[in-house]
């Protein structure tokens, strides 16, 4: 099956810093890319999609200055979560589809992201 | 607005016993439906999937889901479920040729060996 890589899998970082998650789809080309958030006993919810070479689509409630999104080519995008501060802790999951009219998403193993 | 609900928030099984998880969404128009099953510790894995045809569907690991479109409902089953059947299993559905997956809340599935 397709595989998706996320990088780092766990980062610690000082309030105030930024940090930039990188997600690839190894082995096929990802017409368009999630990010999902995922917080302690709840389900995933859906952050922005985006599109290689385009701007992405953020969900309502979701700031798009903080949480920068650069799907620079068909199998990598970044989410860089900037002033990153304690609410922000989380695990951050990406998912990238394959094109077609079922659009089925394959997952990243996840990135657990700890504000001190 | 479009969402998914599962009814159960844990489960706890004895290893054998059989296992329903109920999902139903709220969608009306055309839908693909899926099961994704996340062990401890570890990323999202699809079960199985649903795009058309035979509403009975079956996925990895002996697990099959049924789609019932008068009722909504995307139910998994297993007929004889494993302690290492043990995660948390999520419902979730996307619209047609639109891409974005709305998931459920997930159920918790504890299988006491």
């Known amino acids: 099956g397709a595989v998706v890589s996320q990088h780092p899998s766990w980062v610690i970082c000082k309030s105030g810093t930024s940090v930039k998650i990188e997600c690839r789809s190894l082995?096929?080309?990802?017409?368009?890319m999630f990010w999902y958030r995922q917080f302690p006993k709840q389900s995933l919810m859906l952050m922005a999609t985006?599109?290689?070479?385009?701007?992405?689509?953020?969900e309502q409630g979701v700031e798009k200055d903080k949480f920068l999104i650069n799907h620079a080519s068909l199998t990598l995008s970044t989410l860089t979560v900037t002033s990153a501060h304690p609410e922000d802790s989380s695990f951050y999951i990406c998912?990238?589809?394959?094109?077609?009219?079922?659009?089925?998403?394959?997952f990243g193993p996840g990135t657990r992201l700890t504000v001190l | 607005a479009q969402s998914v609900s599962q009814h159960n928030h844990h489960v706890i099984l004895s290893e054998a016993a059989s296992l329903e998880l109920g999902c139903n969404y709220s969608y009306g128009g055309t839908v693909n439906l899926f099961w994704y099953v996340q062990y401890p510790g570890q990323h999202l894995q699809l079960l199985l999937k649903y795009f058309s045809g035979d509403p009975l569907v079956k996925g990895i690991k002996g697990f099959e889901a049924e789609f019932i479109k008068s009722k909504f409902s995307f139910n998994l089953r297993k007929p004889s479920v494993q302690w290492s059947d043990t995660a948390e299993y999520f419902c979730a559905v996307n619209r047609g040729s639109q891409g974005n997956l709305i998931f459920g809340k997930g159920t918790k599935l504890s299988v006491k060996p």
């Open positions: 998912s990238a589809s394959l094109a077609g009219p079922y659009n089925e998403q394959f």
């Open positions: 985006s599109n290689e070479g385009s701007k992405a689509t953020y």
């Open positions: 082995d096929f080309q990802a017409t368009t």
